[in-house]
């Protein structure tokens, strides 16, 4: 049998994954923190927690989290953001032969203001080859094999190559690219912008507001990317506009959900639903990133202000709607 997939990290996603890579042909070994929550999926075949109702492939043995990782063929790391520098140092030694390491959340690390990618180069033994995974793609579709496009980025392009022809599958397609930057610019900014059109929706602000605010937040993105680094051409894909797209546009989207809630009033402590909201999280990072480099992030800054509670829904709206008018694409 050839080497496995290994997948760290069992919740929607990471189960998600897994079930792709095993349609892609690989044995997946499925690695979860809680050793009970590992021996009750590998015995009952699903994720009722995470993913209800979704069986989880045959190929897939999920175990509990050691530092047994090594011989895979990639790694898959499917953590929050604000967790990636813990499991990763947590995880160093195997890590340096359990193939690439490909990161699959999506944010920017609170504190240190760092992208994940430079904090995987921070922690994992030099050399180690590094890949991000983004684009639009909710963990149930994905689950349930529905057809799928994501971007794979490594700086080694023919790394990338290599990888994304690894888990695509019959219905899960990865195409590939140099833009590790671009990518994880993508991937993490559309979760906090996700938010704003959320509390669009749940003030009832109407669908013009919503697209309105589509096109403005990622006017701010591309911004955002070109002062960091990332290319406009990766924005315009599958990890930018394409997941700005779904997220900004969809209650399935947790980020969405959130937002909504925040937008009908709940308080940002309430509005998470017990569900994990990248962009809560992300949103000042990105924000104090931007304002570093004077760079206009109106929306991104507004969400900063609400879920950090430094000002009210009702203020912020008022605020933007307020903002001097100028040329569209200043
Ligand atoms: N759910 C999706 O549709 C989806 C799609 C694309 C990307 N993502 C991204 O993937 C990342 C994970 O999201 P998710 O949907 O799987 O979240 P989730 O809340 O469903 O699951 C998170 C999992 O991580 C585990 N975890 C948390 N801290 C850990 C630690 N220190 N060590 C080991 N395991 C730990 C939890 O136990 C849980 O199993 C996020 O950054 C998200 O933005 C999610
Ligand atoms: O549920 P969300 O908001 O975390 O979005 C999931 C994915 O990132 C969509 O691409």
């Known amino acids: 049998m050839s080497a496995p997939i290994n997948v760290v990290g069992g919740g929607a996603w990471g189960t998600a994954l897994a079930n792709a890579a095993t349609a892609a042909g ?17 015995a009952e075949r699903e994720n009722p927690r995470y993913l209800p109702g979704v069986p989880l492939q045959a190929g897939i043995h999920a175990t509990a989290l050691s530092e047994k990782l090594a011989g895979a063929r990639a790694t898959l790391l499917v953590v929050p953001a604000q967790t990636v520098r813990g499991v990763l140092e947590a995880l160093r030694a195997p890590l340096a032969s359990a193939g690439p390491v490909i990161l699959c959340a999506k944010g920017i690390e609170r504190g240190s203001d760092s992208f994940l990618s430079a904090v995987a180069e921070a922690v994992l033994p030099p050399g180690t080859p590094v890949a991000v995974l983004s684009g639009p793609s909710f963990a149930a579709d994905v689950a349930r094999g529905l057809p799928t496009a994501v971007t794979l980025a490594a700086t080694d ?13 019959p219905s899960f397609r ?20 996700a938010i704003a059109c959320g ?52 209650p399935q989207s947790r980020n969405f959900a959130f937002g909504q809630r925040l937008g009908a009033g709940a308080s940002p402590e309430a509005a998470s639903g017990g569900k994990l909201a990248e962009g809560a999280f992300t949103a000042a990072a990105l924000a104090g990133l931007a304002a570093a480099r004077s760079i206009d992030m109106p929306v991104a800054q507004a969400v900063a202000a609400i879920v950090t509670g430094r ?13 001097p008018l100028r040329g569209e694409m200043d």
């Not at 690219?177 to 991937?187: A, L, P, Q, S, W």
């Not at 109407?206 to 589509?214: C, K, P």
């Open 311 to 323: 000002a009210g829904v009702e203020d912020v709206i008022a605020g933007l709607l307020a903002r």
């Open 199 to 250: 509390i669009v929706a749940g003030r009832g602000l109407g669908e013009s507001a919503r697209a309105a605010l589509i096109a403005r937040a990622f006017a701010e993105l591309m911004r955002f990317a070109r002062a960091f680094g990332g290319r406009p051409e990766t924005l315009m894909g599958l990890s930018g506009l394409g997941d700005l797209v779904l997220t900004a546009s969809s």
């Open 157 to 169: 392009p023919g790394l990338a190559a290599s990888l994304s022809a690894l888990l695509s599958g």
């Open 26 to 42: 690989h044995p997946v070994t499925l690695w979860l923190r809680d050793p009970e929550a590992a021996a009750r999926l590998d």
């Open 174 to 193: 990865l195409y590939h690219t140099d833009d590790v930057r671009g990518v994880e610019i993508g991937g993490a900014g559309k979760n906090v912008l």
